[in-house]
Each structure stands twice: as structure tokens, then as C-alpha cells.
């Protein structure tokens, strides 16, 4: 039988608010054991039992900015899971309200990961600033804008006009964020009240257009299109489009969408290495892409600068099912500019016997 003020039956009373059962025992033991790191307020606060995180402050003392091994305090885990009766507690005992955990985070940022817009606007109105920054260089607004919630991004806008005006240490912009994760509501707000370039490229060159088709959100990509005159034959640092990145996710309606309603060239190169789609398909190793990419009239012949065909990356990147299903298509082996076949790259020198094309022709 566990002895009285046992750490592990403290924390199973807490975790499950039992307030009186965890009275008899504190009394019973005679204190509180107050260990460094997690505490009993970090559970109660966690877990949403603010008469359990009460009776902890006010019988016991427990330090209400007390921080475990990642420098979260209770406001920290009673914002991260929504607990607004928690914050309002802990504010009111004079929770420090911008204390930073691991990586810089804010109690605001936490609340932002979950679409609670009624713990926001208690962090906020007792003093919350939406314009700090964590260790990658995104603030509250843009994080909100990763979950896609639009009254919150209209509250935060609302409360505090420039937060749209950031971007994280690699450049990417709540709007890059927002059309990468789909959310279409979400960039609807972005697009109306906030002033973003309509093709702000990030550190890899990467527009917010270029995030809504690799991700297969067409509905954003046709918004940005429409509404924001994002430009679709714009390139990132490779000199990729949009195509192109496509084609390496594997995303075959946006494909569709590019070629067929937009009329793109489905044989448009890479600046930088003369790639299309169908290589970078090829390299992927996606099969349903090749297909996607045929039916739209790709060139299989298509060769880059080292005179590569789309058969030597898919054996290059062991792709063999892929490779077997090119030379199937019709397309024949043949050197690149080094005198290498594609047969030779794979680590099985059998492993495109019996697809008929194992020779050069």
C-alpha cells in the first residue's frame, strides 16, 4: 500500500480532480513534497481542475511560476489546453502573462494552437503581447494562422493591427503557413486585411501559391490566383514552379488543375537543371503521377542538362517499380552525359530483367 504524500498517487488525485481525496492525503503526509520540476499545480493546471489548482496555491503555497524541465509554468499548460477557468485563476494571483518556456514560447502561443478564442482574449487582456517572437520567429498571429482559425485571426488583427507584419527566421509569412495547411477561410481573412506581396518568396524561394498546390489545396490556389494575382510561373531558388513541386508530392488533381484549367505547359523545365514534372515525378518514385503526367501529354523522351531521362532518376532513387512502369510507357534506356545507363544505378544489377528494355536501344 503506497505510504501517505506518495508522489505518483498525488499526481493520479490531481490528474483526476479529486479534491477531497487529495486534501485527506496532503494532511495525511503532513505537506506537500514539492519536487523541482513538474508540480502538482503543472497536472491540476494541465488537466483543467481549477478548484484542485486553488486549494494547491492557497492551502500549500505551491508557486504559481514554479517551471519544469522544459520552463513551463501552470499558465503555460492551462493555455495549451484551453483551460480558460485555469488562466483566469492564475492571472488573477498575478501569473506572470508573457513568461517564456523552452524555445521562447509564450503562454499566448500555446493558446494559439488550439482554437480557443475565449483563452486568447483572457491572455490579452491582461496584457499578452501578440508581437513576441519564439526561437523561429513566430508570433501568436502566425501561429493561429497554422490552425486556421478565422475569428481568431480577426481578434488578434483587431486587437493588434501589425501582428500580420512577420515572418520566421526562413521567411515564411502567415500567409505561406495558412495556404500550406488549406486553410481557406483562414487566407480569405489574410488576404482582406492584410497587405502581403503576392508572391513573397521565403528563403527557398517558395510563394504562398506554390505552398497551396504542393499541399493539393486547389481552392486556396485558385484565391490567390483570383484575388491576389499570385503569378504561376514564378520559380524558387532551384527554379522550380509550381509544377514541379507538384509533381514531387505527388499531388495529381493539382496537376490536373496547372495543365488542363490553367493551361501550363506540362513540360516546363527547371531553370536551374532542366527538370520537368515528369523527372521530378520519376525521382519521387510516384508512380500515379508518371501516369497523371502522360495522360497530359508529358514527353517520356524528355532528357535535363546531364541528358538524364526520368528512367535514371527513378533507379538513382531506387524507385524500381517506378522505373519498370517507364520502360513498360515506352521509354528506352539510354547514356547520360557521363555514359552511364540507367540500369546501372541500381544497387541489384537484376532488378530490371523481365520488363523486356534491360538493354540499351
Known amino acids: 500500500m503506497a505510504?501517505?504524500?506518495?508522489?505518483?498517487?498525488?499526481?493520479?488525485?490531481?490528474?483526476?480532480?479529486?479534491?477531497?481525496?487529495?486534501?485527506?492525503?496532503?494532511?495525511?503526509?503532513?505537506?506537500?513534497p514539492g519536487p523541482a520540476g513538474e508540480t502538482l499545480l503543472h497536472c491540476a493546471a494541465r488537466h483543467g481542475h481549477r478548484d484542485v489548482l486553488a486549494y494547491l496555491a492557497e492551502a500549500w503555497g505551491m508557486d504559481i511560476e514554479a517551471t519544469n524541465r522544459d520552463y513551463k509554468r501552470p499558465l503555460h499548460e492551462a493555455a495549451s489546453m484551453g483551460h480558460r477557468d485555469?488562466?483566469?485563476?492564475?492571472?488573477?494571483?498575478?501569473?506572470?502573462?508573457?513568461?517564456l518556456k523552452k524555445a521562447d514560447w509564450t503562454p499566448l502561443m500555446m493558446a494559439c494552437t488550439r482554437k480557443n478564442l475565449?483563452?486568447?482574449?483572457?491572455?490579452?487582456?491582461?496584457?499578452?503581447?501578440?508581437?513576441?517572437?519564439?526561437?523561429?520567429g513566430w508570433n501568436s498571429f502566425h501561429i493561429a494562422s497554422r490552425e486556421g482559425d478565422p475569428l481568431i485571426l480577426q481578434y488578434l488583427l483587431t486587437v493588434c493591427p501589425d501582428a500580420w507584419k512577420t515572418e520566421s527566421k526562413i521567411r515564411r509569412t502567415p500567409l505561406h503557413t495558412a495556404a500550406m495547411h488549406g486553410h481557406l477561410e483562414a487566407v480569405k481573412?489574410?488576404?482582406?486585411?492584410?497587405?502581403?506581396?503576392?508572391d513573397y518568396r521565403d528563403n527557398c524561394g517558395v510563394t504562398p501559391l506554390m505552398d497551396a498546390i504542393q499541399?493539393?489545396?486547389?481552392?486556396?490556389?485558385?484565391?490567390?490566383?483570383?484575388?491576389?494575382?499570385?503569378?504561376?510561373?514564378?520559380e524558387d531558388s532551384l527554379g522550380a514552379h509550381a509544377l514541379h513541386r507538384a509533381a514531387v508530392t505527388g499531388q495529381n488533381k493539382a496537376i490536373r488543375f496547372l495543365v488542363s484549367e490553367l493551361g501550363i505547359d506540362v513540360d516546363v523545365r527547371a531553370t536551374s537543371t532542366h527538370l520537368t514534372a515528369l523527372h521530378y515525378a520519376a525521382?519521387?518514385?510516384?508512380?500515379?503521377?508518371?501516369?497523371?503526367?502522360?495522360?497530359?501529354?508529358?514527353?517520356?523522351?524528355?532528357?535535363?542538362?546531364k541528358n538524364r531521362s526520368a528512367l535514371h532518376l527513378a533507379c538513382a532513387g531506387q524507385h524500381l517499380a517506378c522505373a519498370k512502369f517507364l520502360l513498360q510507357s515506352g521509354l528506352k534506356d539510354s547514356?547520360?552525359?557521363?555514359?552511364?545507363?540507367a540500369q546501372q544505378l541500381p544497387r541489384r544489377a537484376d532488378v530490371l530483367q523481365g520488363s523486356g528494355h534491360s538493354a540499351m536501344t
Open 3 to 32: 505510504q501517505p504524500g506518495d508522489p505518483r498517487r498525488l499526481y493520479r488525485l490531481v490528474q483526476e480532480g479529486r479534491l477531497r481525496a487529495l486534501q485527506e492525503e496532503l494532511q495525511a503526509a503532513g505537506g506537500c
Open 335 to 341: 547514356e547520360d552525359v557521363t555514359g552511364t545507363l
Open 86 to 99: 485555469c488562466v483566469r485563476y492564475l492571472l488573477g494571483r498575478g501569473a506572470a502573462v508573457d513568461c
Open 215 to 234: 499541399c493539393g489545396h486547389i481552392d486556396v490556389a485558385r484565391l490567390l490566383l483570383d484575388e491576389h494575382g499570385a503569378c504561376l510561373s514564378a
Open 189 to 198: 481573412v489574410l488576404l482582406k486585411r492584410c497587405q502581403y506581396e503576392p
Open 283 to 305: 525521382k519521387e518514385g510516384h508512380t500515379s503521377t508518371i501516369q497523371t503526367l502522360l495522360s497530359l501529354g508529358a514527353d517520356i523522351n524528355s532528357k535535363d542538362e
Open 118 to 136: 475565449g483563452v486568447i482574449q483572457e491572455l490579452v487582456e491582461h496584457g499578452a503581447n501578440p508581437l513576441l517572437k519564439n526561437k523561429d
